[in-house]
T-cell receptor, first 115, second 110 residues
Framework: NAGVTQTPKFQVLKTGQSMTLQCAQD?????MSWYRQDPGMGLRLIHY???????DQGEVPNGYNVSRSTTEDFPLRLLSAAPSQTSVYFC??????????????FGEGSRLTVL | KQEVTQIPAALSVPEGENLVLNCSFT??????LQWFRQDPGKGLTSLLL?????REQTSGRLNASLDKSSGRSTLYIAASQPGDSATYLC?????????FGKGTMLLVSP
């Protein structure tokens, strides 16, 4: 059971380039989310999804795009990378949301540097 | 907007001590609260999940309590070990999002 898998683990981009961070889970979880973690800022929610075809914005969505075509996959797209997007990105999933929410499982993280 | 505060930001103790980490939140309308551990360069690992109707949860040497009305949770670690050294984060669950504290960095020295 792989849990939450993120790729790539490390990436260096130049300003203006685009890329996609991949996230896949094999636990049949309905809820998936993307966070960024920055020193002194903690974890901040970028986008989340409560099921296939349903996505919504979190606290810091600007410059990022998501889609959820399957239950398993939730890719995060950087449209035009900026140095301010240098961060560690985490994908997380759980069985459900709200009162039925269970544990949140995290991937190992993707470390992105934008030059 | 929910805000989560963790005190202290850092803690250094000798091996064997019992210790308490604190988490406070401003909006008591939560479904549950979760404690995580993060090792350097790694993702977050769930330690304990407390539903809003529960008062505490235990797992081995860890005990987490929740006082929803006062907006507080504590994580108690008994007989600390060097392997417990990590950053501990709490997160409160609203309807569709979790709000995280900034964590307590714990160092347990032999």
């Amino acid at each position: 059971n792989a849990g939450v898998t993120q790729t790539p683990k490390f990436q260096v981009l130049k300003t203006g380039q685009s890329m996609t961070l991949q996230c896949a889970q094999d636990m049949n979880h309905e809820y998936m989310s993307w966070y960024r973690q920055d020193p002194g800022m903690g974890l901040r929610l970028i986008h989340y999804s409560v099921g296939a075809g349903i996505t919504d914005q979190g606290e810091v969505p600007n410059g990022y795009n998501v889609s959820r075509s399957t239950t398993e996959d939730f890719p995060l797209r950087l449209l035009s990378a900026a140095p301010s997007q240098t961060s560690v990105y985490f994908c997380a999933s759980s069985y459900s949301i709200g009162s039925a929410a269970g544990e949140l499982f995290f991937g190992e993280g993707s470390r992105l540097t934008v030059l | 907007k929910q805000e989560v505060t963790q005190i202290p930001a850092a803690l250094s103790v000798p091996e064997g001590e019992n210790l308490v980490l604190n988490c406070s939140f401003t909006d008591s309308a939560i479904y549950n609260l979760q404690w995580f551990r993060q090792d350097p360069g790694k993702g977050l690992t769930s330690l304990l999940l407390i539903q809003s109707s529960q008062r505490e949860q235990t797992s081995g040497r860890l005990n987490a309590s929740l006082d929803k009305s006062s907006g507080r949770s504590t994580l108690y670690i008994a007989a600390s070990q060097p392997g417990d050294s990590a950053t501990y984060l709490c997160a409160v669950n609203g309807y569709s999002t979790l709000t995280f504290g900034k964590g307590t960095m714990l160092l347990v020295s032999p």
